[in-house]
């Protein structure tokens, strides 16, 4: 895991701002993802475009439309009482970059996302996962 970190962080992660992303399950749904790779794989699906979707929106009202922001996630699988608890972290730039050149589009600090665009954003992926879920229920 160390070796890992330090890979991310001397050859792939950009110095810039970047913003930790929490997402945690609720029970009945953990199991599924502990042992259902396409699911997992889904559900981090959702849960990235969601936010990758709050910084496109907000960089546009900045005028900075067309936008695109880029993360790293690891899927940590148990708690730290090693129950099953799959949950991602995602590390994912606090900003957008725009053009060919690759040249940063700040979003801000000022543009933290608040407790209401939390909700959204949580309430967005939580309707997409459960649709997810059931789709791959029926198919089984």
């Known amino acids: 895991m160390n070796e890992t970190a330090a890979i991310l962080v001397d050859h792939v992660l950009p110095r810039a701002p970047m913003r930790q992303w929490v997402i945690t399950f609720p029970i009945e749904l953990r199991y599924r993802l ?4 396409i699911l997992c794989s889904s559900v981090l699906g ?47 730039l606090d900003f957008v970059l725009k053009g060919l050149s690759g040249s940063p589009s700040s979003v801000g600090s000022e543009s933290r996302p608040t407790s209401p665009n939390q909700h959204r954003l949580r309430q967005r992926a939580r309707r997409r996962t459960t649709g997810v879920s059931r789709d791959t229920t029926a198919h089984r």
Do not use: C, M
């Open 46 to 92: 959702i849960f990235l475009r969601a936010v990758s979707s709050w910084y496109r929106r907000k960089a546009s009202r900045l005028g900075y439309a067309g936008g695109r922001t880029g993360s790293v996630t690891v899927i940590q699988r148990a708690s730290s009482d090693l129950r099953i608890n799959p949950h991602f972290h995602a590390l994912v």
């Open 34 to 37: 502990a042992y259902d790779e």
